[in-house]
């Protein structure tokens, strides 16, 4: 059984930068494609960044799209969340997410990821 493991998060005033990282057991991480969302209090949980399995045709929600960066290393089974300018709204729980097979959903949805990591804080003070 695939597991991830978010790390990176913390506590960064508005205008820095942080970089998380999801590290992911198994020995097929390279077949999958791989999702960042994010869940701030008292909302539902949303998409942020996903890759596909080659690294190819990143993909970001319009709030972090030239800030934030998505890249994987499939020979170190992880994938990352560059994330530059965060702004006080970053505020939440970050989540990694892999989809491990074939769905109708598209990689901005939450359904089409079935193995999520229990997520890692990011709070910025503004």
């Known amino acids: 059984q695939v597991q991830l493991v978010e790390s990176g998060g913390g506590l960064v005033q508005a205008g820095d930068s942080l970089t998380l990282s999801c590290a992911a057991s198994g020995r097929t991480f390279s077949t999958y494609a791989m999702g960042w969302f994010r869940q701030a209090p008292g909302k539902e949980r949303e998409f942020v960044a996903r890759?596909?399995?080659?690294?190819?045709?990143?993909s970001y929600s319009a709030d972090v799209r030239g800030r934030f960066s998505i890249s994987r290393d499939n020979a170190e089974n992880t994938v990352y969340l560059q994330m530059n300018r965060l702004k006080s709204e970053a505020t939440a729980r970050y989540y990694c997410a892999a989809r491990t097979r074939f769905t109708y959903a598209n990689l901005e949805q939450e359904a089409s990821y079935n193995l999520w990591g229990q997520g890692t804080q990011v709070t910025v003070s503004s």
């Open positions: 890759i596909t399995w080659s690294g190819g045709s990143p």
